[in-house]
């Protein structure tokens, strides 16, 4: 019998790796034409070479169509066939054949996430291991200024007990894998390091128990602490780069009231919802499921489709998605799709695609671990066997192999991005940009096009009133007073801007209308034309402005316009991308009219409205198509997937949970000049980057040669890997002077200069 716990990754996992073909079948689902789909939960995948491994031992096996590893979900999603040659697929070879690969498997299912434990082990680490390596430093600087036998051997000792459980404690993340590896036949980047550890605490405690004169604790519990931060921050920023779905499967209702033919109600999962079915949705709740509202008026909040801020009145016959708000009013909604297949869950999986496509990249250091252990481990053991065979000192050739492991340690290699990423995430915390993604500043680095989303971008959301079709006091008062009993954004503006407003004891707010009262015969209605009027929109669909109608007794007494209120630095940083030769788009689920005249006002190339978070997500693939590396800059719950399917992605700090959550980079100042900012200290991070590989590619190509002739010691090696690691962070570090030296902003040059692009 196996038993259900959650695990680290807030997933269902069972207790043990063996499932029967029966929890595997309930566990996947049918995609049609006789496959299946099956999500498995791998929590110790954690580099490009993991991710390889597993798919190919996935796409082995004769009946997998389609294998994919999600990397931040550490998620694997295998498509396949039921039968093959007309007989009946046992699918427990699936999670068999990862099993077999080293790693650990289990069936996934999507929970509210966890407290991240992983992340909590690795901080712990980190401290242990620089507690540790700090204290065994300062016993060394005696032996080093030359103490007595006696004096030494003690502190060789102590520092041996130091480092004995240190090594033991921080040091089982590498342990754990290289073991994994070497047990199934392979090797990772892990097992070098393993090796160096290892072999140098053998030795250096060989030594102290000889009198001998040098130990290597420090290099070797130093070394293991400049891994492990490495280690750390690629897994806090892939835990990030997560947590945006999480938070979109927190806004599906996990069930609803559905109303039965004699008025009765039962709560049902969500899951359980048929086509058909009517639900009952109260103001203040979520729509469960896409549908078409069957009674009731009430007002939406829709931003999870359109981006807008203003709440939009609904009625019969409407057609609401999944996800939106219910504000106002009562509604009874008729399913027109299941949970599975409406929006929320659509714009779900459009995130978990481009999720799993970014995925794939490899890094460079991920792409280099098939040829860089191997040949590691052969100059080692060449080293080894060359100084004992040749030399006949077997002592000294271990020294040689050690110190050749050591020497060749990937520590510079694996600071050379991630200690690059956090000076320029300083940097650009310090200009009011955050980084959640440390590898967002290498793709921000290869933009040439800047697409925009309007509401919340580009303006603020906030409507000003603009003009006023009356010169009337009283009236203007009148709207003022009805405007003050309701929490609509245009009310708030318009009771804010007016100098004076009327007292109304009392006002009803209709739903999706507007307001309503009676004083002295006269009844006074503030909303939409045909609410206020009883006529038909006036002719307002094409125009820029929103517009407020106040009515007595049916007749119009005033009209009041209203626009959005631009961001600051909106016009400057436009200006400043498009004179470095960028193209400029905006993507918004605003009218086109509105689009238009905002993109007009701030010289924006392109512009491109009434989109649905689908359109936004294919115009960014359409540009991806045409050779354009986008960055989108968007707030909205609907702009979560085009932020997630860019090249790269940011956000204002005022965003959605969900649109912060998505993007790369969150900024939190009003001004828009973040954008440009962030792709100055982007470009000079990437050339950084670079930089740091040939330093780390330079040392290697001098250092290895002198350990291999027996010229270093462990010592020697550990002082030299400690100065690689100096030097690509002293090289990182400049980057705080180009910071101090880019105000004013330097000049910011794109890749290309054409000026249109066409999108699909």
């Given amino acids: 019998m196996t038993c259900c716990t959650v695990n680290a990754e807030g997933v269902l996992a069972m207790s043990t790796t063996s499932f029967s073909a029966e929890e595997i079948g309930l566990a996947s689902h049918a995609l049609g034409g006789g496959l299946r789909q099956l999500d498995l939960s791998v929590p110790d995948v954690h580099c490009g070479a993991c991710i390889s491994t597993i798919e ?13 590893v999600n990397l931040s979900a550490r998620r694997v999603s295998c498509v396949y066939a039921e039968e093959v040659d007309n007989k009946a697929v046992d699918p427990t070879g ?46 060394s600087v005696s032996v080093w200024s030359g103490a007595d036998a006696a004096t030494r051997d003690m502190f060789h000792w102590i520092s041996a007990m130091i480092a004995a459980p240190a090594l033991v404690y921080s040091g089982r993340f590498f342990f754990r894998s290289a073991w994994n590896a070497l047990k199934r036949g392979r090797t990772n980047m892990d097992v070098p390091i393993s090796l160096a550890v290892t072999l140098s605490y053998v030795v250096s405690l060989w030594e102290t128990m000889h009198h001998g004169e040098h130990a290597w604790f420090d290099a ?87 981006g807008e801020s203003s709440p939009v009145a609904v009625k019969p016959g409407a057609q609401i998605h999944s ?47 098939a040829l860089y252990s191997p040949a590691v481990h ?42 690059v990423q956090v000076v320029a995430a300083g940097e650009l915390f310090r200009r009011g940009v955050m980084v959640k993604d440390g590898s967002a500043l290498e793709r921000l680095a290869e933009v040439d096009t800047v697409a925009f989303d309007k509401t919340g971008t580009l303006t603020l959301g906030r409507p000003r009133l603009v003009r006023t079709e009356t010169d009337n006091a009283r ?29 109304f004891e009392h006002a009803v707010e209709i739903a999706g209308g ?56 909106a016009g400057e940083a436009v200006a400043d991308l498009e004179a470095a030769g960028f193209q400029t ?64 992605s940011m956000a204002p700090s005022s965003a959605s949970d969900i649109g912060r959550q998505a993007a790369d980079l969150v900024f939190f100042n009003e001004r828009l000049n973040a954008v440009p900012d962030a792709i100055r200290i982007a470009r000079r991070s990437a050339a950084l980057i670079r930089q740091n590989f040939a330093l780390a590619i330079g040392y290697n190509i001098l250092a290895v040669p002198i350990a291999i002739a027996g010229l270093a010691t462990p010592l020697i090696a550990a002082v030299a890997m400690s100065t690689s690691s100096i030097i690509v962070v002293t090289n990182a570090l400049r980057l705080n002077a180009f910071g101090a030296r880019s105000a004013p902003r330097p000049a910011l040059q794109s890749p290309i200069r054409e000026r249109e692009v066409e999108v699909a």
């Fill in 514 to 569: 507007g307001l309503e009262t009676a004083r002295e015969d006269v009844v006074y209605r503030l909303g939409n034309a045909s609410f206020a009027c009883g006529e038909a929109e006036i002719a307002t669909s094409d125009s820029p402005l929103s517009e407020v109608v106040l009515s007595a007794n049916g007749v119009a007494l005033a009209r009041f316009f209203f626009d959005d209120t631009l961001r600051a630095g």
């Fill in 94 to 139: 699936i999670t068999a054949a990862v099993s077999a690969t080293g790693y650990r498997v289990h069936l996934f299912a999507p929970l509210a996430p966890e407290s991240d434990k992983t992340r909590n082990q690795l901080l712990l680490a980190v401290g242990v291991a620089g507690f540790a390596a700090a204290n065994i430093m300062l016993l």
């Fill in 378 to 419: 052969l100059l080692a053991l060449v080293s080894f066997l060359g100084w004992g065979i040749i030399g006949g000192d077997w002592k000294q050739a271990m020294l040689v192999g050690v110190a050749v492991l050591i020497i060749t340690c990937p520590c510079a290699l694996g600071l050379a991005v991630p200690v």
């Fill in 585 to 648: 788009l905006i993507f918004s689920g605003d009218r086109r009219s509105v689009v238009e005249r905002t993109a007009r006002s701030l010289g924006v190339d392109r512009a491109l409205g009434a989109l649905n978070p689908k359109q936004k997500v294919e115009a960014c693939e359409a540009l991806r198509e045409k050779g354009r590396r986008v960055l989108m800059v968007g707030d909205g719950i609907n702009d979560a997937p085009a932020l997630a399917a860019a090249h790269v």
């Fill in 220 to 306: 070797t519990v130093s070394l293991l602490f400049f891994l492990l931060i490495g280690r750390t921050l690629d897994h806090i920023m892939r835990e990030k780069a997560r947590a945006a779905i999480n938070g979109l499967a927190r806004l599906a209702p996990r069930g609803a009231l559905v109303v039965a033919v004699d008025g009765s109600r039962r709560y049902v999962a969500v899951e359980e919802i048929a086509i058909g079915d009517e639900i009952a949705v109260a103001a203040g709740d979520r729509i469960p499921v896409d549908g078409i509202v069957a009674s009731g008026a009430s007002d939406l909040d829709l931003s999870i489709v359109t």
């Fill in 56 to 68: 190919r031992a996935l796409l082995a096996l004769p009946y997998v169509r389609k294998a994919r």
């Fill in 475 to 503: 009236t203007i008062a009148i709207a003022a007073g009805l405007a003050q009993h309701s929490r609509h954004p245009l009310s708030l503006s318009l009771a804010r801007q007016a100098d004076v407003a009327e007292r």
């Fill in 323 to 369: 996800g939106a708000m219910n504000l106002t009013g009562s509604l009874t909604v008729r399913a027109t799709k299941l949970a599975r297949n409406s929006l929320l869950a659509e714009i779900i999986g459009l995130m978990e695609a481009a999720e799993g496509g970014r995925a794939r990249y490899r890094r460079i250091a991920d792409r280099a671990a």
